[in-house]
């Protein structure tokens, strides 16, 4: 009877070790929020800025806010406008690292490589 158990546990095991990972997935696709978060992570990935804390988007009464944290405890802060294709600015440690538009970003990094 034991034996029987072990895979079963075995299985149960593998089925829920990568939930905590599944819940972190953001959307693909979305409304102008998740449009902003995405294009925040392409620009702190291509800059190469090494993340503790992952920014969490917020909406405000013009558009959206970013806030997240460095590995060396900068503050990363998107500001956008809510209106596409949504205008953004990216800071970490209060240096603009990026302006532009969120809808570019997302078609730069959506193309395929050569």
Request: hydrophobic share 45%.
């Amino acid at each position: 009877m034991r034996r029987a158990f072990i895979p079963i546990i075995a299985v149960a095991a593998a089925l829920t070790a990568g939930c905590s990972q599944v819940a972190a997935l953001t959307p693909v696709g979305g409304g102008a929020i998740t449009t902003v978060r995405n294009a925040t992570y392409d620009v702190l990935f291509d800059q190469q800025v090494t993340i503790l804390v992952a920014p969490v988007c917020e909406p405000t009464d013009s558009g959206f806010t970013c806030t997240g944290e460095t590995i060396d405890g900068q503050p990363i802060v998107t500001t956008a406008v809510a209106t596409k294709p949504f205008e953004m600015t990216i800071s970490v440690g209060g240096t603009v690292i990026f302006e532009g538009n969120a809808q570019a970003v997302l078609d730069e990094n959506v193309r395929e490589a050569p």
